[in-house]
Nanobody, 126 residues
Framework: QVQLVESGGGLVQAGGSLRLSCAAS????????MGWFRQAPGKERAFVAAISKSGAGGAGRYYANSVSGRFTISRDNAKNTVYLQMNNLKPEDTAVYYCAAENSPRDITAALYEYWGQGTQVTVSS
């Protein structure tokens, strides 16, 4: 079992930055691929970023085209935490952001991860 708790959301102006954190319970955090998804009102939950189990170096990090070059996913397995650094935010980034954990995802971009957090709201004003 893994419990996930997101934090760091808020209201920011376009062009600003936010850093989301997702703290995981349990001693097997490094056994999970971690992902970030977002859901805007009236839309389906969408893939944002994912990171491999080790998160070592720059390899094993994946991004949606819409956030590539602006968002960075990272993890600290010693702290059981995954992060999403969001820079140059745009109004279309407004959504509830969820972190998710999956041991062996078949498709890291599909919202089929086993464990989910409760979400944190990000609002970007124009």
């Amino acid at each position: 079992q893994v419990q996930l708790v997101e934090s760091g959301g808020g209201l920011v102006q376009a062009g600003g930055s936010l850093r989301l954190s997702c703290a995981a319970s349990g001693r097997t955090f490094s056994s999970y691929v971690m992902g970030w998804f977002r859901q805007a009102p009236g839309k389906e939950r969408a893939f944002v970023a994912a990171i491999s189990k080790s998160g070592a170096g720059g390899a094993g990090r994946y991004y949606a085209n819409s956030v590539s070059g602006r968002f960075t996913i990272s993890r600290d397995n010693a702290k059981n935490t995954v992060y999403l650094q969001m820079n140059n935010l745009k109004p279309e980034d407004t959504a509830v952001y969820y972190c998710a954990a999956e041991n062996s995802p078949r498709d890291i971009t599909a919202a089929l991860y086993e464990y989910w957090g409760q979400g944190t709201q990000v609002t970007v004003s124009s």
